[in-house]
Structure formats: C-alpha cells, structure tokens
C-alpha cells in the first residue's frame, strides 16, 4: 500500500482548507484530486455506477460541510474522505432496498405467492387456517415473514431468497429458519 508523505498531507489539508472557504477554484482541484478514489469505492460498494456517481456527490457535499470541521491529526484527507464514502455508499445501498413493513404488503405478497383468490369449493377450514397462518405471519418481523413466504410458498431456495432480497446468503437461511422457529413457537402458543 503506497505511503503518504507529509508534502502530500499538508497539500490535501490546504485543499480542504481551500473547499471550507468555499474557494471555487480549490474546490475544483479537490474533486478532481479525489473524484478516482471516492467514485471507485462507490463503485466497490454500490456495485452500480451510476448509484456511484450519486454517492460521490454527496460525498463531495459531504466533505464540503464538515471540511471546516477537519481534524488533520486524526487522518489524512483521503482516509477521512474514503469514510465518509463508505458509509455514504452503504446508506445508499440501504435506501434502494425494498423492505415492505406493510400489513398490506405482507398480504400482497402472500396473495402473489398462492396465486388468485379461493375460489367457491374451498372448505371453511382451509380459510380458518389460512387467516390463521397469515395472522402468525404479522406477529414475527416483515424480513423473516418475508423469508418464510418466499420459501415455503414460494418454493424459493435460500439462494433465491438471499437474491431476490438483496441479502447475504447466510442471513436468508438464518431469516428463514428463525421465521418457521417463530411461526412454530406462535401455533403452540395457540393450541395451549
């Protein structure tokens, strides 16, 4: 990993110094000093260029706020401006996340997955149960609901879960298996 030599330190400083003065020329040599690094980390994260770009001005805006703030003896620019990526980046990728929390959506979700609506030969006793899952559904978080949905009556595998919900691997089988834990736990409760 290359080393930054104090020169180097002292001009980023005097950048940034330059940026919280709101000098348009400075302000045009820090962007362009660090747009590389900023946009390729975006990119690393985000794993979208164009969600990138939008990360990287914010994190210029970012940086433009807090630059009078700056504290060279914590670290260097580029390290303190590369955290203020990361986490921009992360925030990003959050904010796109579909995360229905929804009732509503719970339900829809559930209607999708069965396919159309009852039709006139179901018995009383499959629509007991079914409001009955459906209601032990909402009792546990909308991620593992989700999860349990996708899984047993979607057929979906933990792969296809992970996937279809922007989530690790892990997380998916962990979501799953805790949700029909919970499901479980909540039938027992109901029977007693």
């Known amino acids: ?21 709101e000098d348009p020329a400075v ?4 962007v362009r000093r660090f747009q590389g690094a900023v946009h390729g980390l975006a990119v690393s994260i985000t794993r979208d260029p164009v969600l990138a770009e939008d990360v990287a001005q914010e994190v210029f805006v970012r940086a433009w706020r807090a630059a009078g703030g700056y504290d060279v003896r914590r670290a260097s620019v580029l390290t303190w401006l590369l955290t203020i990526t990361r986490n921009a980046a992360i925030d990003a990728v959050r904010a796109r996340r579909v995360t229905p929390t929804d009732d509503e959506l ?6 999708d997955t069965l396919g159309s609506a009852p039709d006139l030969e179901e018995t ?23 999860a349990v949905v996708l899984a047993v009556l979607g057929g979906c595998t933990a792969e296809e ?10 997380t998916a089988k962990t979501r799953i298996r805790t949700g029909l834990r919970r499901l479980r736990e909540n039938a027992e409760v109901e029977r007693d």
Do not use: C, K, N, Y
């Open 1 to 21: 990993m290359a080393t930054v030599s104090r020169a180097d330190r002292a001009d980023d400083a005097a950048l940034l110094a330059g940026l919280a003065l």
């Open 161 to 170: 879960v992970s996937r279809r919900e922007g989530i690790p691997l892990g």
């Open 27 to 30: 302000s045009a040599a820090f």
């Open 106 to 111: 719970l339900d829809q979700l559930v209607q």
């Open 124 to 146: 009383a006793m499959h629509r007991l149960e079914t409001e009955r899952a459906v209601r032990r559904l909402h009792r546990i978080s909308p991620e593992q609901a989700r």
